[in-house]
C-alpha cells in the first residue's frame, strides 16, 4: 500500500491549519492516506480547538510584542507555540490502524522509530491500564500549555516531553498532527496564558515536570532532509507502507484558499 508524502513550505498558521483539513477531506472522499511534513512563518502560537481564552487582548498583546501569529487548530489539546520544531499532519481512514487511541499510539511509535534512527533515546508513554479507574476528559485551561506535562502514548525522553499530538476525528476519517521540539523553549505559552501567574508559570522559568528539544538531547539539531527522511522511513516501518512523495492538488489547493479564510476568522479564533 502507498501513501502520499507531502512536505510544505513555512506558511502562516491559517493556512497550515487549512492545509491539514483540506487533506484530510481528501481521505474523506477516498484517496489515500496522507503525511505532511511542514514548518511555520512566522512563529505561531496555536490554541486547541475548544481551549478557552479568558484574557484575549492580554494573549494578543504578548504575540504582538514578538510578531507572533496565532491560530486555533481543528485538533483538540492545549496551546503549542510554533516556532523551532517540524510538524507532522497523518490523515487516514479511521479504524485503519485500529480506534483513535490504537491510533494515536501507533503513530507515535513510528515517530519513535525515526527519531531513534537519529540517535534520539526516544520512548512512548504506556498507554493506561484496563480497570485503573474511569477516565477524565478534560477541556484544557485557558492557561494550560500543551508541553506543560506528557501524558499516557505521548513521546518522551529521558522522562520529558518531546513531541505533542492531538487528534481530529470527521466521520470515518482521522487527522493526527503534531510538533516535534528542535530547540528553544516553550515558556512564552506560560507567559501568553498566564497572565496572573495562576499556574506559578513564567516565561524565565522552565515549565514544571518539563519538556526537552533535540538540540538538548543531540547537542545539534538535524537538518530538514535528515529529519523528515527519519520520520517517513519510522512511519513506513511501523505501518509496513510505502510513501510517494506529492503535490497538493488543483482541488486542494482551491480549498486550502476557502478554509484559511475560516481558519483566519475572529468567530473561529475566538469560538
Request: net charge negative.
Amino acid at each position: 500500500m502507498k501513501w502520499r508524502e507531502i512536505h510544505s513550505p513555512a506558511l502562516r498558521g491559517a493556512t497550515n491549519m487549512a492545509f491539514d483539513q483540506a487533506l484530510l477531506e481528501g481521505v474523506q472522499a477516498g484517496g489515500p492516506p496522507v503525511l505532511r511534513l511542514y514548518r511555520w512563518a512566522p512563529a505561531c502560537l496555536s490554541l486547541g480547538r475548544n481551549q478557552s481564552v479568558d484574557d484575549r487582548e492580554w494573549l494578543l498583546e504578548r504575540l504582538a510584542s514578538r510578531g507572533y501569529d496565532l491560530v486555533r487548530r481543528p485538533t483538540g489539546g492545549a496551546a503549542v507555540l510554533h516556532e523551532h520544531e517540524v510538524t507532522y499532519a497523518l490523515s487516514v481512514p479511521l479504524g485503519l490502524l485500529g480506534s483513535p487511541r490504537e491510533t494515536y499510539q501507533a503513530i507515535n511509535e513510528g515517530l519513535v522509530i525515526g527519531l531513534r534512527r537519529l540517535g534520539v533515546p526516544a520512548m512512548t508513554i504506556p498507554p493506561r491500564q484496563r480497570g485503573a479507574g474511569p477516565r477524565r476528559v478534560e477541556v484544557p485551561r485557558w492557561n494550560d500549555p500543551c508541553f506543560q506535562s506528557p501524558a499516557p502514548g505521548e513521546i518522551i525522553v529521558n522522562g520529558l516531553k518531546l513531541v505533542g499530538s492531538a487528534q481530529r476525528r470527521e466521520g470515518r476519517t482521522l487527522l493526527q498532527h503534531g510538533s516535534i521540539l528542535l530547540r528553544g523553549g516553550q515558556e512564552f505559552v506560560a507567559e501568553c496564558l498566564d497572565r496572573e501567574g495562576t499556574n506559578g508559570l513564567r516565561s524565565t522559568a522552565r515549565m514544571p515536570a518539563g519538556f526537552t528539544t533535540l538540540e538538548e538531547v543531540l547537542g545539534t539539531v538535524p537538518s530538514w532532509d535528515e529529519l523528515t527522511t527519519a520520520i517517513g522511513i519510522g512511519l513506513c516501518e511501523r505501518f509496513g507502507v510505502a510513501f510517494y512523495d506529492s503535490e497538493p492538488e488543483t482541488s486542494e489547493v482551491e480549498r486550502i484558499e476557502e478554509l484559511t479564510a475560516l481558519y483566519e476568522s475572529e468567530s473561529w479564533t475566538w469560538r
